[in-house]
């Protein structure tokens, strides 16, 4: 990553203009929307010539190939303006949509559907990757990524507001508007079951990382078993525990009162919670382990009394690590309650999988995609609430390497 | 520390985790009607306790086989792609390809798998493909740390040598990269093995479709025959893995 900029000041930036091209191939070579005529039929894919026509085409391909000449001679000036015209693409993709869904769709079918093709999904990808990409050519810090999000969010919402006739017949929406109360539930569910289970294995994790750290033999032994439980496959522990849960909920009165059941939140709430407490656990270990004894010391040395040295050396340098360890869990977490839904814990994944079950597509869209959102967003608050409260490297941004 | 044994002894004494792991998932695979009065008494009400769609050793081959060509695949894919982007030559796009593997571990597994579903289609190859693509981030993410973590007077030295570039990456890179590039593998693998019982649920027949079908019928029996199978099955495997990790040195997780 260090390898850049002034290393090589002629050539063509290569990279943008591959995924130039290779958006080109898509929007010719693929289908860029579908069109049903209601639920049921499956769609007929169209590509974008077949529904523009070879002049609206060749007049979308346009920014692209703009795109690739401008990544050409990558002068600061030129590569800019391409940063510019890529999220000018971005925040139009879905005002494109609309038109191509205003020109294929028929008026006189009130049930006619507008599906995304494997086109959009592509341009959506590579044009993201043509940000990430003119970011780090530019040396742009984390501000004008959260800016570009922002812009992009933004224009997406006021598209879908100000063209909400022309949007309306775009089957994820469909899907949402029959369900948008089931979808704020499933939303909250899966909130409160991330949330909740993190939350736990924060505490539950502090306590045993601290139990470690008096015995090198529990240390083994905890580091030993937590790692099986987070090799066992997610579906596996959700079955593991649906025998045992049914037996107690049978047989413990109050925990039937509680509401454990085999089947609901308690198997995927314990789940969750063991595939947590191994990240949790370690990175609260290390970050409790990880103070130099030099520093605490020198701390002890200034007078500071034991209270102090917690407060004031201790936690500020250990709180990176236990944010980064909360990151790692809540990213994993997100993804795992949605297989929660089989074993009827609710949250997205029941979209997910009633979606795959009934063969819509859109359903399984509705579920994935706020999924996918809201583990990139975690991801993305946390780590930088974790880089901004380290010490070391509060400058430098982009933890690869 | 197992000076005391004989060589092979101690070899095999090392290997002893994978093993017991191999040999219950094996035993368990082939045997599973012995326990028949056990799952009777699990699920008192169900005539058949046993999952009868199909043979355990069946259903453990065909999630093995989907596992292993992803996961081959993947290997290929993965490390070559590493491989080609810290050459001269491709160079330009490292730093795309570096941030994009350790931003697409973000994705949720269970979203890959049921986005790539509306593209490719129900079926083998789709989850093969799916799993394949999960599979290669952090494949690439550990070869790109272990080829750019190296120290710059190994390669010097390698360069002062005489070797040719490919013999640099053959004799001299790859092999200083590979308990790296192992925890990468390994961490695929477990995944893969996960999302390929999730295959279950569009269709696939492997050890997730007891869990499924003992979901959807009530039946514990089989839930927990499909479970205890699929947990065998990651726990043997990622203890063959930590093995082969210690025998390369120090595992660089």
Redesign the interface.
Known sequence: MRVSAHARAPGANRVVVALSVAALLALWGVAAIGVAPNRIVPGTPLKLAEVAGWYGALLGSLPLLALAALAWRPELARLKLALGLALALLMALPAGLALLGALALDPALPQARLGLGPAFWLLLFLLALVLIELRTRLWLGSLAGWGMVAAVALAWGATGWVLSSWLAPLALWQEYRVRSEAFGTAVLYHLLLVGGAVGASLVLGTAIALAMRRSRRLERAGFTLLNLVQTIPSLALFGLLLAPLAWLAANVGWLHALGVRGIGWAPAFLALLGYSLLPMVRNTFVALSGVEAGVLEAARGMGMSRAQVFWQVRLPLALPVVLEGIRITTVQAIGLAAVAALVGAGGLGTFIFQGLGQAAMDLVLLGALPILAMALAADALLGALSRRLSPQENRSHGGAG | MTSEVPPDVGRLMRWRAPLVWLSLLMLLAAGMAWLTPLFHW?EPGARQVIYPHGDFLVLLGRHLLVVSVASLLAVLLGVGAAVLVTRPAG??????V???A??GQ??????VL??A???LG?GTWPIIVALLLYGLLPIVRNTL?GL?GLEAGVMEAARGMGMSASQRLLQVELPLAAPVILAGIRTSV?VN??TA??G???GASNL?AP??S??VNGN?AY??Q???L??LL??CV?SAFERLQRGLGHPGR
Not at chain 2, 91 to 96: A, H, K
Not at chain 2, 106 to 111: G, I, S
């Open positions: 699990v160079r330009d796009f490292l730093p795309l570096a941030q994009f350790s931003m973000t994705f949720p597994p269970v979203a049921a986005l579903v509306p593209v129900f740390a750019e477990t093995i996960a019982a999730l279950a649920t569009v997730g869990i499924i003992g979901i514990t839930v927990l499909g479970a205890v699929i947990g990651a726990l990622d």
